[in-house]
């Protein structure tokens, strides 16, 4: 079945995860107030604002675009991200110093990283979610290597100031239980599933 995939997301790793799955997608991104949504447990959190972010993004193309009865189906995939450390739930760093004292804390230390998916079938308005976990075990961190990180400023766009996949930081990461790609924003396996399940609610 042919479809087309529009990606909620500003972000430079989930485009490249989605990518690296093999599809090809345009890019939306929602304009939400992410702060102003608040849940107690992370899981909670991830999937409300997903769906919010989905929601903003279909309203803007209701008031935008005419329906096209014979067109293929598009999938809207959006997703969020939070890290939880030491029970407390961090979202994007404020300011480099939070930024500063998010890493530090890593040092020596684990966190956990909670996603969610969701995708959103635009013919059918239909929509299917989930989320995932995963566990991030890190070396002791230098903290010239932190000052090195937080003066790239890129710390400041992701959930938790974490990015494993910066050369900077990778060669600190111990172990990761779960999946990488849970941690970068866009689990793969769980997506896959997602959009499967949005196309068969045809």
């Avoid at 702060?35 to 991830?46: F, G």
């Avoid at 803007?60 to 029970?87: F, K, M």
């Avoid at 959930?159 to 990488?180: D, K, Q, R, W, Y």
């Amino acid at each position: 079945m042919s479809f087309q995939i529009i990606l909620g997301s500003a972000s430079m790793a989930r485009r490249k995860i989605l990518a690296e799955m093999g599809y090809e997608f345009t890019i939306l991104t929602a304009d939400i107030d992410e702060k102003s949504i608040r849940m107690d447990k992370p899981e909670e959190l991830v999937m409300v604002l997903a769906e919010a972010k989905a929601d903003a993004i279909i309203s803007r193309l209701q008031s935008t675009s005419q329906p096209d009865e014979d067109a293929h189906a598009t999938l809207l995939i959006t997703a969020d991200t939070v890290v939880v450390y030491e029970g407390i739930i961090r979202e994007k760093p404020s300011s480099k110093e939070e930024a500063w004292n998010f890493i530090k804390g890593y040092s020596g230390g684990q966190a956990a990283v909670i996603g969610s998916v969701f995708v959103t079938n635009l013919k059918t308005g239909k929509r299917k979610g989930g989320c995932c976990r995963a566990e991030v075990y890190f070396h002791v961190i230098p903290e010239e290597i932190i000052d090195s990180l937080i003066e790239e400023g890129i710390t400041l766009d992701v959930a938790g100031g974490l990015m494993l996949e910066h050369p900077l930081i990778s060669p600190f990461v111990e172990a990761v239980v779960g999946t990488t790609d849970t941690v970068m924003g866009l689990p793969k396996e769980l997506t896959e599933k997602l959009i499967h399940e949005a196309l068969q609610l045809m």
